[in-house]
Every structure is written in C-alpha cells, then in structure tokens.
Nanobody
Framework: QVQLVESGGGLVQAGGSLRLSCAASGRTFTIYSMGWFRQAPGKERELVATITWVQGSTYYTDSVKGRFTISRDNAQNTVYLQMNSLKPEDTAVYYC???????????WGQGTQVTVSS
C-alpha cells in the first residue's frame, strides 16, 4: 500500500502562484508514476500532470502547459506541482495519485482545494 498526503492549496488571486506538495509513504518502491488530477464542481476529474518516479518524464494537459510544473524529490518521497499564472478556471480540488507500472492510478490522496479569484 501507498499513502498520499497533499498540502499547499488555498485561495489566490488570478495571476498568482501556489505550490502543491504530495508526500508518499508506505511501499513507495512500487511507484512507477505519480500524477496530479483536479475536479471542479459539476465537472469530471481530469488529469493535470504526471511524472515518472525514476526517469522523471513529465506530461501536462494542454490547458496548463507553460504555467504548471511537476517535479519530484525521490529522497523525500514527495511530488510537487508549481502552479503559476493561475486562472479562475484552475479552481478545483486537486488530488495526488500514484500507480505501479502497467496499472491505473490506484492510490489517491484526500485532495486539497485551490481557489483562484478573478
């Protein structure tokens, strides 16, 4: 099992920045990839960004490219999401997730609220 705990959400004005953190514990050696998802009210959960645990390969959904940066600190078992130039449409609950190789994301954090005011 892997446990994930997010932190760093909050209220920010449009154009501002926030950094989310996700600390992993448990069987972290089984992690192949970690990702950040978000879910806005009335909308489906969407993938925001992913990073592979060893290689550090990244993926971003188009709407956050150039604004968000995902990174990881393997020594601290922590993944970060640096969010710059935030927009009101980025408002959502952000979830950290992890998966093993050849599986879907199966480990989830509790979520952290990000609210961007216009």
């Amino acid at each position: 099992q892997v446990q994930l705990v997010e932190s760093g959400g909050g209220l920010v004005q449009a154009g501002g920045s926030l950094r989310l953190s996700c600390a992993a514990s448990g069987r972290t050696f089984t992690i192949y990839s970690m990702g950040w998802f978000r879910q806005a009210p009335g909308k489906e959960r969407e993938l925001v960004a992913t990073i592979t645990w060893v290689q550090g390969s990244t993926y971003y959904t188009d709407s956050v490219k150039g604004r968000f940066t995902i990174s990881r600190d393997n020594a601290q078992n922590t993944v970060y999401l640096q969010m710059n130039s935030l927009k009101p449409e980025d408002t959502a609950v952000y979830y950290c997730a992890a998966r093993k190789i050849s599986t879907a994301y199966e480990y989830w954090g509790q979520g952290t609220q990000v609210t961007v005011s216009s």
